[in-house]
C-alpha cells in the first residue's frame, strides 16, 4: 500500500499555512500604511516634507 504524496497546492493551502499566510499579510499591512499612506494623507494636507519625515521615524 502506497501513499499518494500531496500535489503543490494541497500542500500550500492546509489551514496552517493559509493562517501563516494571513498572519504575514496582517503584520505588514501596518508597514504599509505607514510608509506609503500616512506620507501621502500628509502631503495631500500640505504637511512641510520636514514633519512627514518626523512622523514616519
Known sequence: MTA???SLWQQIF???MLLC????FSSGL????LFQLVPAWLTSS???VKTIGFFTL
Open 21 to 24: 499566510i494571513f498572519t504575514g
Open 46 to 48: 500640505n504637511v512641510d
Open 30 to 33: 501596518p508597514l504599509y500604511v
Open 14 to 16: 492546509t489551514k496552517n
Open 4 to 6: 499518494t504524496k500531496p
